[in-house]
């Protein structure tokens, strides 16, 4: 096996580590912002039959904001279409 590290490798795992770093630190300063100007906390988009469920997702998938499709869970991709308790709703 060859031993010597690969440049390419460290070089992109430093920047991804300086972009994280830059990122983390905009959404502190974003929160504190928030925080001054009387806003409270982002308010949940999580749906009420999908609090605490060990199935729920929640990541929105699409290149631009207008195109981005939310994935609930697997079960019901788009939501437990019904406010009642979902079927498929395990505790996290």
Not at 7 to 32: E, G, M, V
Not at 70 to 80: A, D, I, S
Request: overall charge positive; aromatic content about 14%.
């Amino acid at each position: 096996m060859d031993a010597t590290p690969n440049p390419f490798k460290t070089a992109n795992y430093l920047f991804r580590k300086a972009s994280h770093a830059q990122w983390h630190r905009t959404q502190s300063k974003q929160h504190i912002l928030r925080s001054q100007l009387g806003f409270k906390d982002l308010a949940l988009s999580r749906p009420k039959a999908c609090q605490n469920c060990a199935n729920y997702h929640g990541i929105a998938y699409g290149y631009s904001r207008g195109n981005r499709t939310m994935l609930v869970c697997g079960f019901h991709p788009y939501g437990w279409l019904e406010d009642s308790h979902c079927p498929d709703w395990s505790a996290t």
